[in-house]
């Protein structure tokens, strides 16, 4: 997948070569190597460490994945896509393979690098991003069998749902936490109320 994505897309969907065990897997090493880079990056790169919360760290990789998973599914069922929930969960996941690649040495090399050598280490880890969006880009283009002019417009039309999904949920997280105020406000003043 990462060298031949065209191939390894189409493997991966049509003879079944991948797998959600395989495709959660990739996603936990991801998360490992997000949890490992928080954890010990050198001084050069994180000179005020501050600690680092295990949970927030996972819900970064975590959430974005699923983000995208669900946007890009969404949108593709109303433009005649092809892939189903899981095949564009396991194309994403898959599509992540680069990163924990990249990221575990690169975190490594952090702590005996020299300040001059420091932007390699963050044009590697750089690079692997840009490899994630190529592979994620290619690996939905064979998934849904589009061409190369509608898998632009469906991607960005995943970013823009992706982006509207996220404004939704801040929307509304904001209002169950003035609803919970309220109660928590009637509940103060029917309580002291009585004394």
């Known amino acids: 997948i990462i060298f031949h994505p065209f191939d390894g897309f189409w493997d991966l969907k049509h003879e079944k070569r991948g797998s959600i065990k395989g495709a959660l897997t990739i ?10 880079n928080a954890v010990g990056k050198g001084y050069l790169f994180d000179p005020y460490f501050s600690g680092v919360n ?14 995208w998973v669900t946007a890009n599914w969404c949108l593709t069922t109303l433009f005649d896509g092809e892939g189903t929930y899981k095949e564009v969960f396991v194309a994403t996941c898959y599509s992540l393979t680069p990163l924990p690649m990249l990221l575990i040495p690169c975190t490594i090399a952090s702590n005996f690098v020299t300040l001059a050598e420091a ?22 283009m064979v998934t849904h069998d589009y061409s190369l002019g509608k898998n ?8 823009v749902g992706f982006a509207f999904i996220m404004f939704v949920a801040a929307l509304f997280t904001g209002l169950l936490a003035k609803i919970v ?10 309580t002291y109320g009585w004394d």
Do not use: C, K
Not at 27 to 36: D, E, Q
Not at 60 to 65: D, G, I, N, S, W
Not at 181 to 190: C, G
């Open 27 to 36: 996603l936990a090493i991801t998360v490992v190597a997000f949890l490992y």
């Open 54 to 67: 295990f949970i927030l760290e996972a819900t970064y990789v975590v959430l974005p994945v699923m983000l």
């Open 119 to 140: 932007d390699i280490v963050n044009f590697l880890i750089g690079f692997a991003y840009i490899w994630v969006a190529f592979l994620l880009f290619f690996g939905m």
């Open 152 to 159: 632009v417009l469906t991607t960005a039309g995943t970013i």
């Open 181 to 190: 105020s309220f109660v928590y406000a009637i509940i103060n003043e029917i």
